[in-house]
């Protein structure tokens, strides 16, 4: 059995691009990994945000992933914060990491560019942070999407460079993992590219039926096909791939069909996929909605969480402390 181990950022709400993107493979992973996934609380301090914004960033995260299927009985679902083993453990990795490797990952030289008023020291060290939280769990795979491969890649770096400088064997090389068949890019409703959080290009498992309808319905068009099957424009294949994931096997050859000989009408189509995706997103929001009140749930969840990730990390803290050479007297 593998360990799967994936940190989610707690800034933003989950869209369907992450939906299927990401959020619907760890679910289906949970069955035959020891899987780990943790909410990154730690990791958004970088970015200042208010007392009580960060506390309801996490809850919110926490609870659409939850909705989604994440089940805490499966995995260990946590709050990073939760584990003071991931920060003893960024110390002792941190003595290790050197300042001019730190300086070359792309992550910091982006944030050196946008945010030059607050280059600050963890953003410097993030890559360490993130090495604590793989490392720590000895995770053998990491799903990471590619803007993160390179912090990755240092987590690798660490776990060899400790090995050698301990001459043990202790860690594993984390692998990333794509989901290869099952990776899906869910296209944005703006004609062109990735769903992402650009305004209006989203649909969100937050977005109320009426919400949801007024996207679809202004997601952009063309002016149609002319000759009878004539390739897929782009924007319209963007809508029958969102349909392909939402919408019947019947329903989008309807559509295709229609396509094909010229008389599809976008208008309904458009009707018909914002229907098709309402019935996919209300039964998660409304689970979103009922697990975000219940404060007792979310409790146990991260009780629950915190202590199966503590029992892994305490064994690992407690291993690394020896081989690096404290003694207790
Ligand atoms: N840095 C990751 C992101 O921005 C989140 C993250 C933190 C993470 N720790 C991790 C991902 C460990 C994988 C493993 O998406």
């Known amino acids: 059995m593998d360990t799967v181990l994936s940190g989610i950022r707690s800034t933003g709400n989950l869209h369907l691009g992450n939906y299927f993107g990401a959020v619907r493979n ?111 769990h000895n995770a053998d795979k990491v799903p990471v999407g590619k803007d993160q491969e390179q912090n990755l890649e240092m987590a690798r770096k660490f776990a060899r460079r400790f090995n050698h400088m301990y001459k043990v064997e202790y860690f594993k090389d984390p692998e990333p993992y794509n989901f290869g068949e099952d990776l899906v890019k869910v296209p944005g409703l703006d004609g062109t590219g990735k769903m992402g959080k650009t305004a209006g290009n989203g649909l969100y498992l937050i977005d109320d039926d009426a919400t949801i309808r007024k996207k679809v319905m202004r997601a952009v068009t063309d002016t149609g096909p002319t000759e009878p099957n004539s390739p897929v424009a782009e924007p319209i294949r963007n809508l029958f791939t969102i349909m392909e994931l939402v919408s019947t096997p019947d329903t989008l050859l309807f559509f295709k069909e229609k396509y094909s000989d010229c008389t599809i009408r976008y208008g309904d189509l458009k009707k018909q996929l914002a229907e098709d995706i309402v019935r996919f997103i209300k039964p998660i929001r409304e689970r979103i909605t009922d697990i975000i009140s219940d404060e007792d749930y979310l409790r146990k969840v991260a009780r629950l969480g915190a202590e199966k990730a503590r029992t892994s990390a305490s064994k690992t803290l407690k291993d690394v402390r020896q081989i690096i050479g404290f003694r207790t007297f």
């Open 26 to 136: 760890f679910v289906k992973m949970q069955s035959d990994n020891n899987c780990y996934f943790f909410i990154a609380d730690y990791h958004s301090l970088t970015t200042y945000p208010t007392p009580e914004n960060l506390h309801n960033n996490v809850k919110m995260v926490l609870a659409e992933y939850l909705a989604s299927g994440l089940d805490p009985e499966k995995s260990a679902i946590f709050v990073q914060s939760d584990v003071p083993e991931i920060p003893e453990f960024y110390l002792l990795l941190a003595m290790n990491a050197y300042v001019g490797e730190l300086e070359r990952t792309t992550t910091f030289k982006d944030k050196i560019r946008t945010q030059p008023e607050n280059v600050n020291a963890g953003l410097l060290t993030y890559p360490v942070l993130m090495a604590a939280d793989i490392l720590i």
